[in-house]
């Protein structure tokens, strides 16, 4: 499974987490399509993100400018935990691409503005990381 494809799986079974409070493994098998083989990555991305959720959580809330955590969509809540999980915890992965991959995931599954939103809040965490 190419990595683009492995994101976007494991961004839907991080979306099911959060919105049926299934668990991990269910929901990677519930996105997967009968031909599709659970891949080392898409295992990497959703257990590593809910392995290190809270502490995600805790950057993401102090990024946010004029906006509660509680406020965020769960596509946003979604996209922001696996990118931040990929770029603080994946080093073999260039931040820039842990971005822009994120920033795509949420034009295509997100609002309007979700791109532009998760490209700002992930800009502030760089910022932060390189401190």
């Given amino acids: 499974m190419k990595r683009r494809l492995a994101r976007e799986k494991a961004f839907q079974s991080l979306f ?24 080392e990555f898409l295992h990497a ?24 955590f509680a406020r965020l969509a769960n596509v946003e809540k979604a996209v922001l935990r696996m990118a931040i ?8 992965i260039p931040v ?11 034009k295509i599954f997100g609002g309007e503005e979700s791109g532009r939103f998760v490209n700002g809040v992930l800009v502030k965490v760089v910022q932060h990381f390189s401190k």
């Avoid at 929901?27 to 599709?36: F, Q, R, S, Y």
């Avoid at 991305?45 to 509660?68: A, P, R």
């Avoid at 820039?96 to 949420?106: D, G, Q, R």
Wanted: glycine content about 2%.
């Fill in 45 to 68: 991305l959703v257990f590593g993100t809910m392995e290190h959720k809270d502490e995600i959580d805790e950057q993401i809330s102090s990024h946010l400018e004029n906006w509660s």
């Fill in 96 to 106: 820039n691409v842990s971005m822009n991959e994120a920033i795509e995931l949420a």
């Fill in 85 to 92: 999980y990929e770029m603080q915890f994946l080093d073999d």
């Fill in 16 to 39: 099911q987490i959060e919105v049926s409070d299934i668990e991990p493994e269910a929901a990677i098998k519930h996105v997967l399509e009968e031909d599709e083989r659970e891949d």
